[in-house]
């Protein structure tokens, strides 16, 4: 069973930074591409960043230059390190693996960012 866990939210103050991990229980090769995804309170989900199976990464405009998306092959891990956090980064964060076959999400980790 294909499973996707996060971790890494916290309590954080505006400039700060945090590192989400999302630890896959297969080869994250099972999937053509991963992402990080955020739902804000009466938002709607939308995508932060993403990184196919050969590495090439893109980012919502609002992220860009502040997130980046990396992976350890050896660990199945995909990670997001934000920086420079803003209050309006607010939400909770879910990881997201895309295969041939399916879509995968994990559980969602909360980021708050005080102002």
């Known amino acids: 069973q294909v499973q996707l866990v996060e971790s890494g939210g916290d309590l954080v103050q505006a400039g700060g930074s945090l590192r989400l991990s999302c630890a896959a229980s297969?080869?994250?090769?099972?999937?053509?591409?991963m992402g990080w995804y955020r739902q804000a309170p009466g938002k709607q989900r939308e995508l932060v960043a993403g990184?196919?199976?050969?590495?090439?990464?893109n980012y919502a405009d609002s992220v860009k230059g502040r997130f980046t998306i990396s992976r350890d092959i050896a660990k199945n891990t995909v990670y997001l390190q934000m920086n420079s956090l803003k209050p309006e980064d607010t939400a909770v964060y879910y990881c997201r693996g895309e295969s041939n076959f399916d879509a995968y999400w994990g559980q969602g980790t909360q980021v708050t960012v005080a102002s």
């Open positions: 297969v080869t994250i090769f099972a999937f053509n591409t």
């Open positions: 990184i196919t199976n050969s590495g090439t990464t």
